[in-house]
């Protein structure tokens, strides 16, 4: 039996009813309902389960400049919820929360477990702490001690991947090594998009280029030009249109389609036509 066919099966067992049912049974469901089933729960699982976008950030070293730089550039009302996630000293104090409070109008926490990421609010990773996206809410793991050290960017990008499909957007910036370039290839996968700083205006260029020879970067920008490309993101995410198009709603007529035809050519070619 295929898997598709078990998935079915066990959920009509769970609800007490017979897998084993004949094309005369008037009460028994047809094979058109459970393969209508079976395609609405595919469609329902391929909507972000956060309807705004989410927008994970990686950096290392020299990050903070270049954060500070596109924070400067974004317009803090977006719409859209940020989590930045660092390569940070296990053993040591961040001061990430205050110094970036500084430098922007949202809000900026730490990142916690179990807290869902709001609209116009900006999380920050802690020392010493792994983070991911699970069912709408941020979950929060300690590093493993004395194994070389995950690569936190690419795991918080690839469950941002995952959850928020083509409401993902990742952005690297400055480091010294290739954490986040899987984590972009994971995002524009699901139809997210991918922004890398350009290599030559950062302070260490490695991670940039990991992910620009990755081959799946939508944008290559200075910092200060990825803020307000971000900022000109929201805007098309807060289209009507546009939304309902994302989150698979109706539109009518021609705008209908001609939104469909710009889906596609996004799907294709990573590229926002919009």
């Known amino acids: ?8 099966d066990n959920e009509l067992e769970s609800a007490g009813i017979s897998a084993e049912f004949t094309l005369d ?15 609405s729960l595919r469609e329902e699982q391929r909507k972000p389960l956060i309807e705004y976008p989410v927008v994970g950030i990686g950096a290392s ?9 596109l924070l400067g550039s974004l317009d803090p009302k977006t719409g859209m919820a940020f989590a930045l996630i660092t390569h940070l000293a296990p053993d040591q ?6 110094i970036l409070g500084q430098s922007t109008k949202m809000p900026v926490s730490p990142i916690e477990n179990g807290v869902r990421p709001e609209q116009n609010h900006l999380y ?35 469950s941002l991947a995952s959850e928020q499909r083509n409401f993902a957007i990742g952005v690297v910036l400055s480091g010294a090594d290739a954490d986040g370039a899987f984590g972009l290839k994971a995002i524009k996968g699901e139809g997210g ?28 920008k200075a910092p ?3 803020g307000a490309e971000l900022s000109r993101l929201a805007q098309q995410f807060a289209k009507p249109d546009v ?28 590229l926002e036509f919009q």
Do not use: C, K, W
Request: hydrophobic share 40%; no cysteine; glycine share 8%.
């Open 124 to 158: 920050v990773l802690l020392p010493n702490q792994l983070a991911a996206l699970n069912n709408g809410v941020f979950q929060v793991s300690p590093r493993p001690a004395g194994a070389r050290s995950p690569m936190p960017i690419d795991l918080f990008f690839r």
């Open 1 to 8: 039996m295929e898997p598709e066919s078990q998935g079915i």
């Open 193 to 220: 998009l991918a922004l890398v700083q350009a290599p030559e205006t950062a302070t260490h260029g490695s991670m940039p280029r990991s992910s620009i020879a990755a081959d799946h970067v939508d944008l290559v």
């Open 93 to 98: 104090r961040s001061y990430l929360t205050e």
């Open 61 to 69: 070293a020299g990050g903070l400049q270049a954060f500070q730089e």
């Open 243 to 270: 939304r309902a198009l994302e989150l698979g709603e109706a539109l009518d007529g021609d705008e209908q389609h001609f939104q469909r035809i710009l889906q596609l050519l996004r799907a294709v070619s990573g």
């Open 25 to 39: 049974d008037s009460s028994s469901p047809s094979s058109a309902d459970l393969d209508g089933d079976a395609e």
């Open 224 to 226: 200060a030009e990825l």
